[in-house]
């Protein structure tokens, strides 16, 4: 009872979207008015994601059509911590971007400048789950790295999951095609469960680590992601994990609830 006593101090729920509050174009039955309950009750709440290949007006249009109330203010991705960070320490760092046309505007509207070719360099390259990657970039961005380039990436997913039950390569993967290539690992690695969106959170909100919550449906993104930063770790059973795969791993949640709207019951 002691956890779930620690969903009434929360000021600011941190929501993975898929398996948490939709599963692809659905939203998941029961999270019908959940966030206006959310916001009657003076919590606020963040929509959180790894995936760099978009950007936040793709989620707000998505999430809306789900009948979710987001803004782009509520919707955080791998990328705005990677531009939050560099803003902050290396704002005039050149970035050669491996990354869709999305991610590229993301970096380019919080400021930043990129290069695209072997001959302009660049201080700094990023990998971000492109969709749109060609051998040529690919390679640009080894022989980069092969000179001394330092290189970061949005997140740390090997696979992306798609419809069917099916999966695509994502970033992760594409760090370890770089490492065997280069023999280098990436510098820094932005996504959860790294602590850069807990750090956004915290500059955005004023809130403590103590008020703030992230619930999820996946052990070593969303649950590590609390854990690893000491905020409270929701775990719901909507989507990915199971309560076998929190019995078998080494992930325990703080709180383990069956579905995301329970939430409402604990808020005091």
Known sequence: MEGLERIKNIKCFLFDMDGTINLGDTLIPGMEGFFERLQAAGREYYLLTNNSSRNHEHYVKKMNKLGVPVTRENILISSDALTSYLMAHQPQARLFVLGTPQLEENIRQAGLTMTSTLEEGADMVVVGF??????????????????????????????????????????????????????????????????YMVDVVLERTGFRKEEIAMVGDRLATDIAFGLNNDILAIMVLTGEATLEDVAKGSIKPDIILPHAKEILQYLG
Do not use: N, W
């Not at 969709?131 to 997140?155: M, W």
């Open 130 to 195: 492109d969709q749109t990657l060609s051998y040529a970039k690919l390679a640009t961005a080894c022989r980069l790295i092969d000179k001394g380039v330092p290189y970061v990436a949005t997140h740390p997913d090997v696979r992306c999951p798609i419809e069917g039950g099916e999966f695509i390569p994502d970033t992760g993967a594409m760090l370890e095609l770089i490492k065997t290539a280069t023999g280098k690992a990436p510098s820094m690695i932005f996504g959860k469960p790294y602590r």
